[in-house]
C-alpha cells in the first residue's frame, strides 16, 4: 500500500451536486483525486426528490468550475433562468458532469465508506498526526487511504423523527409502516399511497411546503383524500417565508400558494402541535398526538429536516459545535435561531477547519442541523476548500458569492410555470437582481431570522392521551 503523502489523492465522500463540484475544482487544480458515492449513480440522493422543481434558477445550480469543465465538452447550458426539477438536475447537468472522461474514472459507485482516521492512529496521538495519510475503511473491508478527505456525504440518509423533543415520539418505532420519507412523489409514483387517505404533514420547512402544495392537488383530483399539517410554531408565517418580498418568484409563490390552500380550508392547519405520541388505531390508522389533541390520520410525511451522521470519523479530531453540529466556527453564523438563509454570510475553508488539518465537511452536512443551506454556497465551500488543498490561501479566503437581493416584482409565477417571471407591472428590471454576497445578504425571505421567537406550547405528558379526537382542528 503506497503512503507516500504526495503520491495519494484526496478523497471526495459523496457525488452529489457539491461532491463533484469539489471533483471539477480539484481537477481544475490538478490534484489526483477519488470520489466515493454509496449509490449506483451520481446524485443518488438527489434522484430520490428527482419530481421536484426547485425554486432557485439553473444559474445557481450549476458550479462554475464544473460549467468550464463541461462546455469544453461541448455541453450545452441550460436555459439559466428555468427552474430545473431535481430530476432535470441529474440528467441535464450531475450525470454529463459525472461522465466526464475526466472525472468519470476517478468515481468508484455502491462504495460506503464507514470510517476514516489516519493510517495507524488513532485520535489521541499527536506526533507525526499530520504528516500520516487518512486511511479510509469501506464497508467491502477493503482500506483506501488519502492526502485529505472531502466529506460531501450529505444528510438524506439521517432524517429527524417525529418527536418535538429530538428523539422518538413514544410509538415512532411501532408505527413505521405508515410513516413516510419526506418530499414523496404524491402525484407520480407514490400516488397510490395517499389518494383517498387522510395524510398528516409534520414539519415547517420547504420539504413540508412541497409535500403539502403536491398533496392539494391531489385532493382536487381525488375529494377523499384529507390534508393536515403540523408545526410546533404559533403562527406559520415562517413557512409562508417572504412571499411577494422574496427574491426568487417561485419560492415566493410556495408560501403564497399554500397559504391560499389553507386560509380555503383545503389544508387544515394545526399550530402549536409537538408530536408526543404515535398510536395505531384498530381500523389500520394512526392516532397522532401532542398530549391534548389528536389527529387521526392513515399516512404521516415525516419533513422535520435532517441531521448530520458524523459516526464515521469518530477517530479524528472534530471541532463540532455541540448545538448544530457544525464547525464551532460556522455555528454562529447559520444558527436558524438568528438566520434564515438570507440573512447567512458568505464563508469558506476557515470556517469550514477542523482541528484536524486536511479533513473538511462540505454540502448539507457542513451545516449541521441547520436548515439554511444552499446550493450555491456549497460550491463556493468546495471552491474554497480546494483552493487552500491547493496552497492558494489567497483564493481560498477570497469567498465571494452571487446571490438574489430582495424587492423582486413579481413573486407569484403561474403554477406549472417552469420559468422566472421577468417584471410584473412595478418595473421592468428582472424579476431577480443580484448583489454580491460580501454585503452580507443572501436570499431574502422577509424574516430577521430563521426560527420565529413565540415561545413553544408545553402540555402535560404525564398521562397518556387519549386516541379520540380532541377539538376542531382535528379533522377526521
Known amino acids: 500500500m503506497n503512503d507516500r503523502m504526495e503520491d495519494l489523492p484526496v478523497v471526495v465522500i459523496g457525488a452529489g451536486p457539491v461532491g463533484l463540484a469539489a471533483a471539477a475544482h480539484l481537477h481544475e487544480r490538478g490534484l489526483p483525486f477519488t470520489v466515493l458515492e454509496a449509490g449506483d449513480g451520481p446524485a443518488a440522493a438527489v434522484a430520490q426528490w428527482g419530481h421536484v422543481r426547485l425554486f432557485s434558477p439553473w444559474r445557481y445550480n450549476v458550479d462554475q468550475a464544473a460549467a468550464r469543465l463541461l462546455r469544453d465538452a461541448g455541453w450545452v447550458e441550460p436555459d439559466l433562468e428555468v427552474l430545473p ?171 403564497t400558494r399554500l397559504r391560499e390552500h389553507v386560509e380555503a380550508g383545503r389544508i387544515d392547519l394545526i399550530t402549536g402541535f409537538s408530536v408526543h405520541q404515535l398510536a395505531p388505531t384498530p381500523e389500520g390508522g394512526v392516532a397522532v398526538s401532542d398530549g391534548t389533541r389528536t389527529v387521526m390520520v392513515d399516512r404521516i410525511v415525516s419533513a422535520t429536516g435532517f441531521r448530520p451522521d458524523h459516526s464515521i470519523a469518530t477517530e479524528l479530531r472534530l471541532d463540532l459545535d455541540p448545538i448544530m453540529g457544525s464547525t464551532r466556527a460556522l455555528a454562529p453564523l447559520i444558527d436558524p435561531n438568528e438566520h434564515s438563509c438570507g440573512t447567512v454570510p458568505p464563508h469558506g475553508v476557515d470556517e469550514l477547519s477542523h482541528p484536524e488539518p486536511g479533513f473538511y465537511g462540505i454540502g448539507v452536512k457542513s451545516y449541521g442541523r441547520a436548515p439554511t443551506f444552499l446550493m450555491a454556497t456549497g460550491y463556493e465551500q468546495a471552491r474554497s476548500v480546494v483552493a487552500a488543498l491547493a496552497g492558494d490561501w489567497a483564493a481560498a479566503r477570497d469567498v465571494q458569492l452571487d446571490l438574489p437581493e430582495t424587492g423582486v416584482c413579481n413573486s407569484n409565477p403561474i403554477v406549472g410555470d417552469d420559468t422566472i417571471a421577468a417584471g410584473g407591472g412595478c418595473c421592468g428590471d428582472p424579476a431577480v437582481a443580484t448583489v454580491p454576497a460580501t454585503s452580507g445578504r443572501g436570499l431574502a425571505t422577509g424574516i430577521a431570522g430563521g426560527l420565529l421567537t413565540a415561545p413553544l406550547a408545553l402540555v402535560d405528558v404525564s398521562t397518556t392521551p387519549s386516541t379520540e379526537s380532541a377539538g376542531g382542528c382535528c379533522g377526521s
Open 85 to 255: 426539477t431535481g430530476g432535470e438536475l441529474v440528467a441535464d447537468y450531475l450525470r454529463p458532469l459525472a461522465d466526464l472522461p475526466t472525472v468519470k474514472p476517478n468515481i468508484r459507485y455502491g462504495t460506503q465508506v464507514v470510517a476514516v482516521t489516519r493510517l495507524g492512529l488513532d485520535r489521541l496521538r499527536t506526533a507525526g498526526r499530520e504528516d500520516t495519510p487518512f486511511l479510509i475503511r469501506l464497508a467491502s473491508g477493503e482500506d483506501l487511504l488519502a492526502r485529505a478527505v472531502i466529506d460531501a456525504s450529505g444528510t438524506w440518509s439521517t432524517p429527524n423523527v417525529l418527536g418535538a423533543a429530538g428523539i422518538p415520539a413514544h410509538g415512532e418505532a411501532t408505527a413505521v409502516g405508515a410513516i413516510e420519507h419526506a418530499l414523496p412523489d404524491v402525484l407520480g409514483a407514490d400516488r397510490d399511497r395517499f389518494a383517498g387517505q387522510r395524510v398528516l404533514v409534520v414539519g415547517a420547512g420547504h420539504s413540508a411546503v412541497n409535500t403539502l402544495l403536491a398533496l392539494a392537488e391531489l385532493a382536487e383530483q381525488v375529494p377523499t383524500t384529507k390534508v393536515s399539517w403540523a408545526i410546533r410554531a404559533s403562527s406559520p408565517a415562517r413557512t409562508y417565508g417572504g412571499e411577494t418580498a422574496d427574491a426568487l418568484p417561485a419560492r415566493g409563490a410556495l408560501g
